[in-house]
């Protein structure tokens, strides 16, 4: 599960004048009966609910008997839909004595009923009646280690009898079973969220399932699952922004929960918890009148508010208890604090403002829009586009009580964190002096409607904006009202709040780089592993996934009915899908070129961001998107770039003209390239501080490619600082004459696409071929090696690397379900194995990843992260299952059945299929390869996986990479793995 401190989903709904109530007529679906505990609703009977005039969600807001609240939107974009179940319960809910309460609440909300996840709750119950008591007990010793370790002994032993009635992972069984996706949860200070991503057709066992943990917690397999909350605050210790939003809250809010309290609680709470009191408080929020169900998808409103009312009726009605806020004493000077850890320098500024409901929450997102908005805020046009610190960034933290404002940035090469907190204050008194363009706060407004509603075709961000409605408290006509209320605000009020706001009252909390004196960890207990259990199931389990639900036909993407090929000029094609909903485009030119060409194409689609045109500076072309509603950008990879342009299709037209005039005629700056190549090195010692890009990026390639890779291949410092501005901008008016394609989503038809392409998008009459890529040759990898980096952490983190085969279109059904069965979810054997049986780690996965291109090679990678002292366990656990792949027949449908509910249910739609078709060119493919992982994975043998598993997995020479502290790390355990060798920054960065 997740632990988010920050949430920042975007403001989604319309403008609605009045509310109403209607009335829903009953559906005619007959009633069925599973194991869950279920009423039988009045056949008759009429379900009053609320609407919003106007709203283009069109959300009908339920209130059951009990006091549950409903919000349902029908989107019928695929046949499926998106879930909340949210409980306005989070970390500022927790008791101050029992910090992380909230959060391991959500942890063991997974862990099933007495129905769900246990083969015999009678005598499971019995133990687990018993560990309870022996946790009481154990957090009485405080001061007495002997007995404590006395206690947990017998803690851990009972367990062990415990765990043979449990069926570990059931709820995720059930969730891979039916084919929902996402599959988490997150707490914060306000809030506690589980969250799915379902199949229509298996509402009605999502419905029973929610009702039935929602009504009883049953915490078993307690003491592995706190060590995985143990690794999860180790990863908290070790991220160093982490520590410092950490520090950044409490002194901001000394009083208030948000700052004397985390949400994964601190580690004198974690190493003593109490399971009467997450079952105490369990029972305090978690009734109706305190939970919303949020659903957005493919749904029948009358059909669903039944189902729910069925199952979530028959819960009895409770309020939560009131919260009263402390009220925090205003802030009369700076306060200053500071943190130390490896990673990059950087400052931070937090402010302390009014909570997110209230009109100053509304006038802090347009301060906080004001400042930075991607394009033409006055942090990105005067600090970021004129290069004056390394990276700048304003953003909010919006909560009920209370909300922070942050402006956060990393420094240039030898400039001080002074420095750059200085010119941020600098850009803050701008706003103060009204010191910024009259049409800037007409554009935000425009620019954050047209969020809104690319934000529609998401049932994600609908569901979302519902439950943050219900967290507020807000009515949801109200919620609406706050983007009319945005649309208000002028440029008077915004400069007199932050006259009001803004003055000494800031928190500044410098990060610096060095090693953390006050370096902690949660220490490991010593835990005997539980069994998994893997082939065994709950009655419930039986029951409810016999229930009968409609057959989903998959649809497949035909590539040359659902996408129109138009030649624009010769060798110029459009690949066109029209946008039948909204009008917003995307505009893509593609070439099949990159850094593996020549290293200079990086640097100089890079530098395009800070050149002008014609008669516009830079800052002035971003200013000029901005009006428009549309935006630019272009990236290279290592074999592709993309010139890409987005936003309001009535104004593709003039975007279009500035954008072709960037492309062609851009005009050099020697100034903007010296900062640009300073800022560039500057960001490449930042990378060598970063654990995982040194992990994940340089000491992967380095152990694919070997010294010299696509990684490696960049400038060096002496051409950086050599390269003349004339010569990058020749590179970018080379983009258009060389061969690529167009592709276009939208709502304009095919002539009309065609026709001011014609007129717009300047190329030669015959577009050149792109020029020969670099060949990095893939390393055999025969020999047994372990490469380390050292690094000051308090983990260590582990990638196990195998070299498959070239890729082969034929695997790939079998690659998919081995992925789904072996290392795909919290459902999977790595996962079950090493965190739910040994408490290995907090995240553990393994994927045979098939390449994304025809001529390479496919790789597995298996990865575990842990503390030091558990990695002889943690890399004898992966090993073991890498060599002999556990068998578990019942795990093995389960991953069938997922796959196929799946598959079934998921929509390639908009310009998804585009960019789907060019995925599909890249294997050499023209039709949806999804159809053979379909076909292919139904009737396949366990027999046929672990052949798979046995020719390509067991025995294969590997290469192990590990990131930890030398001083922690375990070398000699390193050794049984191969030739130990640690790898220097220099040798895998390059440089």
């Known amino acids: 599960m997740k632990n988010n401190f920050l949430l920042l989903f975007p403001a989604l709904a319309a403008l609605g004048l009045a509310t109403q109530c209607q009335s829903s007529k009953p559906a005619t679906t007959a009633s069925t009966t599973t194991a869950a505990t279920a009423t039988t609703p009045d056949a008759q009977k009429e379900y009053r609910y609320e609407t919003v005039p106007g709203d283009p969600l069109q959300v009908r807001i339920y209130k059951l008997d009990n006091g549950l609240t409903v919000y349902l939107s029908d989107y019928k974009d695929a046949p499926r839909i998106q879930t909340y179940v949210a ?59 002997a007995a404590r370790k006395r206690t947990y002994h017998q803690i851990d032993s009972i367990s062990g009898v415990a765990a043979t009635y449990a069926v570990p992972n059931e709820y995720d069984k059930v969730m891979g079973a039916i084919g929902a996706k996402g599959s ?80 994964i609680g601190t580690i004198e709470h974690l190493q003593n918890p109490s399971i009467t009191e997450i079952k105490k408080y369990f029972g305090q929020y978690y009734v109706p009148g305190n939970v919303a169900l949020c659903l957005s998808g493919d749904l029948d409103y009358d059909t669903t508010i039944r189902l729910i009312d069925k199952y979530f009726g028959a819960l009895p009605a409770k309020s939560a208890p009131a919260f009263n806020p402390p009220v925090e004493k ?87 964190l002074d420095e750059v907190k200085r010119l941020m204050l600098g850009e803050l008194a701008k706003v103060k002096a009204g010191n910024f363009p009259d049409w800037l706060i007409p554009a935000i407004i425009n620019n954050v409607k047209l969020e809104r509603t690319k934000s529609y075709e998401s049932n994600e961000a609908r569901a979302s904006a519902m439950y943050e409605a219900f967290i507020q408290r807000v009515d949801w006509k109200d919620y609406l009202e706050q983007h009319e209320t945005f649309a208000s605000i002028t440029k008077e009020e915004i400069v007199k709040f932050a ?29 005997t592993p539980v069994p998994a259990n893997r082939e065994v199931a709950s009655t419930y389990y039986k029951q409810l996934t016999a229930m009968p639900s409609s057959e989903l036909q998959p649809v497949f993407v035909d590539y040359k009915q ?177 061969q690529h394609r167009v592709l276009y989503y939208g709502p304009r038809p095919q002539e009309g696409t065609v026709a001011v392409l014609k007129a717009e998008h300047r190329i030669p009459a015959k577009l050149a071929p792109v020029p020969a890529a670099k060949d990095f040759t893939e390393q055999p990898l025969k020999d047994k090696k372990v490469y380390w980096v050292d690094y000051n952490m308090v983990q260590a983190e582990i990638i196990f690397l195998t070299k498959g085969d070239v890729y082969n279109k034929g695997m790939v059904p079998t690659v998919a379900l081995y992925n789904e069965y072996f290392g795909g979810g919290m459902g999977s054997i790595v996962f079950q ?101 379909y076909t292919g994975t139904q009737n396949m043998t366990f027999d046929e996986l672990r052949k798979f598993q046995e020719a390509k997995i067991k025995g294969q020479n590997q290469v192990i990479l590990v990131i930890g502290s030398k001083d922690r790390l375990n070398f000699k355990e390193l050794a049984k793995y191969g030739t130990v060798q640690q790898l220097t920054l220099k040798e895998i960065f390059g440089y």
């Not at 989070?90 to 009923?113: Q, W």
């Not at 906080?368 to 304003?394: F, R």
């Not at 299929?913 to 053979?932: F, N, T």
Request: aromatic share 8%; glycine share 6%.
């Open 87 to 145: 409980v306005r319960a989070g970390s500022k809910n927790d008791p101050a004595d029992a910090t992380g309460l909230a959060h391991y609440l959500e942890h063991m909300v997974f862990k099933g009923t007495s129905k769900l996840g246990t083969q015999d709750w009678a005598k499971e119950k019995v133990e687990l009646d018993k560990i309870e008591a022996l946790y009481e007990v154990y957090r009485g010793q405080r001061n007495d280690p």
């Open 184 to 263: 988490n949860a997150h707490t914060s200070s306000e809030e506690t969220v589980y969250q799915e991503d379902i199949p229509s057709n298996q509402l009605e066992k999502w419905t029973a399932i929610q009702a039935e943990r929602m009504q009883e917690m049953v915490p078993r397999l307690f003491h592995t699952e706190l060590e995985a909350v143990y690794e999860e605050k180790n990863r908290g210790l070790d991220s160093d922004f982490n520590k410092e939003y950490e520090a950044l809250n409490a002194a901001l809010y000394p009083t208030h929960p948000y700052g004397t309290q985390t949400t």
């Open 330 to 416: 205003p802030l009369t000077a700076p306060m200053v604090r500071e943190i130390v850890g490896p990673q990059s320098e950087n400052v931070m500024l937090g402010f302390r403002l009014p909570g997110k409901a209230s009109r100053d929450g509304v006038r802090l997102r347009m301060l906080d829009k004001i400042l930075t908005n991607g394009q033409a805020g006055l942090i990105d046009l005067n600090l970021n586009q004129q290069q004056k610190v390394l990276q700048a960034m304003s953003f909010t933290d919006l909560n009920t009580d209370y909300s922070t404002h942050v402006i956060y940035g990393t420094p240039r090469q030898g400039q001080k």
């Open 499 to 527: 006259n009001d706001n803004y003055g000494d009252n800031y928190v500044t909390i410098y990060k610096r780089t060095g090693t953390d004196p006050n370096k902690v960890k949660v220490v490991k207990p010593a835990i």
């Open 562 to 738: 659902d996408i129109q090929e138009i030649a624009i000029n010769p060798g110029l094609p459009l690949y066109y899908t029209k946008n039948s909903e909204n009008g917003l485009f995307n505009l893509y030119y593609i070439l099949d070129l990159g850094t593996n060409n020549d290293p200079r194409w990086g640097l100089a689609t890079d530098y395009l961001q800070y050149l002008g045109a014609g008669n516009y500076s830079a800052a002035q072309l971003q200013q000029e998107f901005y009006k428009l509603g549309c935006y630019f950008n272009v990236s290279s990879g290592t074999d592709r770039i993309f010139v890409t342009l987005n936003g309001l299709d009535t104004n593709l037209e003039p975007a279009l003209k500035l954008f072709e005039q960037l492309l062609n005629a851009p005009k050099p700056d020697a100034a903007a390239l010296k900062n640009m190549v300073a800022g560039t090195l500057k960001a490449r010692q930042d990378a060598k501080l970063n654990k995982g890009v040194i992990l994940n990026a340089a000491m992967v390639n380095y152990v694919k490619y070997g010294a010299k890779n696509p990684f490696t291949n960049v400038m060096s410092e002496k051409e950086l600082k050599a390269v003349k501005p004339e010569q990058l901008t020749a590179l970018i008016k080379k983009l258009p004459t060389l």
């Open 833 to 933: 194995d090493l965190r739910e049986s040994k408490a290995l780690a907090y995240s553990a996965s393994s994927r045979y990843a098939n390449a994304d291109k025809v001529g390479r090679s496919n790789y597995n990678m298996s990865y575990i992260g842990t503390q030091s002292d558990k990695l002889p366990e943690a890399m004898a656990g992966m090993e073991a299952l890498l060599t002999n792949m556990p068998v578990a027949e019942a795990n093995l449908e389960i991953a069938k059945n997922s796959i196929r509910n799946s598959i079934s249910t998921e929509r390639i739609t908009k310009g998804n299929v585009l960019l789907s078709y060019e995925r599909a060119r890249r294997l050499g493919l023209d039709y949806d390869l999804r159809r053979d992982v």
